[in-house]
């Protein structure tokens, strides 16, 4: 049952959802439809293939009569895709926010959401990270050139709030995972590429798998479910200037969760660990306190369920791809 709170908010309301049909995209649109009653046809999703947002024109028409935007729309990828395409993720995400932002603006569009990212807080900062800590320093050097063009458009979205009283919010999600996630290791995050490595060492009976890193940098993991529910409430709820974290509440180290994931896909066998591969940033774990008290969020999935439905998902998806 839709709550009548959530659907007079909604109501009538037109959607422009960036990034629509990719992995956290997906599960918003289920989120938007199932919970909060939106008709599909209140959605509108525009394609890269036919709307290329880093083109000024293509923004312009994809705001057309938007009443909210959820930008999601980014070019993302692991360490490794960090290291090979730094000016790439750099170009790609600022062309994308700054222009999509102004279309928005010169539209009188009610409401913008900006999504930003964890890799926007420097790299020694004292955790649980604060959001009041995001520029004492700068980012983890892998990270820099994506979480600094994230981080410009908060700048972007505070100047524009301040001087064009725009209703734009900022909100930095922790590292995502689950089913409908990206697998491929060229561009993968950290567990879907040890989900597919763990699971397809244990399909080909192989003695070994080969980890990044020493496992001793941690991390903090976020359900795509609990991020889609967090970035609705925060769209329904939230209108001030400051940015907000988006997290589960749970630091983990690597080494337990490539331990973690050995256990759930049943490998056996023995784990290498490539220590001249880099671990990235040391330490990352958000404070969730302000999504609670701004807007009621707080992540519900715990990691291992998370990363039973994620593998669960990824063997199925696998096991189908095979038969067609």
Known sequence: MVENRLTDFWKNKKILLTGGAG?????????LIQKRGVSSSQIYIPRHE????RVWANCQKVVENADIVIHLAARVGGIGFN??????????NIMMGTQLMEAARLAKVSKFVQLGTVCAYPKFTPTPFKEDDLWNGYPEETNAPYGIAKKALLVMAQAYRQQYNMNVIYLLPVNLYGPGDNFDLESSHVIPALVRKFTNAVQNEEKQVIVWGTGKASREFLYVKDAAEGIIAATEKYDKPAPVNLGSGREVTIKELVNLIAKLTKFKGQIIWDASRPDGQPRRYLDTIRAKVEFDFKATTRLEEGLSKTIDWYINEKSQNKET
């Open 23 to 31: 992995f956290l995209g997906t599960h918003l649109v289920e989120n």
């Open 83 to 92: 290291q090979k395409y730094p000016g790439t993720l750099f170009y790609d």
């Open 50 to 53: 036919f709307f290329d947002l």
